[in-house]
């Protein structure tokens, strides 16, 4: 049972133009999402996050929007750039008592082209 | 500021044998989670270690256990290896506080069981 959904497996987009990632999860306890990105043969490294009591977050070329009713997230890259490529994991804050841990997606790999 | 580390990067083994993986935190974080990821998906939350004792289990067998030092290291401890147990191991750590719990990432241990 798959309670966070990153359904685009790959997307390819042009450098400069403006990059969509969508996340779909299915609990709606879930209070606290994650965006991680991941270069190959390195860790996920944390991108940016955002509460429930927000709809949008902003960190530069990086903004994450959140709709509780959809139980939708996704993550906007503008502009785009090449060193952009790479799997980008959205995750759920999955926290019960007092365990500390996170769902995560499947992942979407950007491709941003030159 | 160190990250976090683990050693070996790349390891083989058989089925039916065991391994062990280690992980140093950040500094600073006192809290170790170890994930799972499997190819073509996102990590899998396998447990979590604070103040050297366990504090929450994913779905995953007993054959998989864990320990956490007094510096916050950790070691995570596959028995009876099944080729299924193939995959990146990440180790995160983290310094949880209200209403943010960032991981930080090692850069995994790859283990192949053939």
């Known amino acids: 049972d798959q309670q966070v959904k990153q359904n685009s497996p790959s997307l390819s987009v042009q450098e400069g133009r403006i990059s969509i990632l969508n996340c779909d999860y299915t609990n709606s306890m879930f209070d606290y999402f994650l965006w991680y990105k991941k270069y190959p043969a390195e860790g996920p490294t944390f991108l940016i996050s955002?509460?429930?009591?927000?709809d949008k977050n902003e960190d530069g070329r990086f903004t994450v929007f959140l709709n509780k009713s959809a139980k939708h997230l996704s993550l906007h890259i503008v502009p785009s750039q090449p060193g952009d490529s790479a799997v980008y994991f959205c995750a759920a804050d999955a926290t019960t008592s007092g365990t500390y841990k996170y769902i995560f997606g499947t992942g979407t790999r950007l491709k941003v082209l030159a | 500021e160190t990250g976090v580390t683990q050693s070996p990067t790349h390891l083989i083994k058989t089925r039916g044998q065991q391994v062990t993986l280690r992980c140093s935190s950040q500094?600073?974080?006192?809290?170790v989670s170890w994930y799972q990821q499997a190819l073509g998906q996102g990590p899998q939350f396998i447990f979590q270690?604070?103040?050297?004792?366990?504090?929450g289990r994913g779905n995953f067998p007993p054959r998989f256990s864990g320990l956490q030092f007094p510096n916050y290291s950790s070691e995570l401890n596959v028995n009876a290896l099944e080729l299924d147990d193939s995959a990146l191991y990440l180790c995160?750590?983290?310094?949880?506080?209200?209403?943010?719990?960032?991981?930080?990432f090692g850069a995994g241990s790859r283990l192949t069981v053939l």
């Open positions: 995160a750590s983290s310094l949880p506080s209200s209403g943010a719990n960032v991981l930080t």
């Open positions: 270690y604070y103040r050297e004792e366990e504090n």
């Open positions: 500094s600073g974080h006192n809290t």
């Open positions: 955002i509460s429930s009591i927000k």
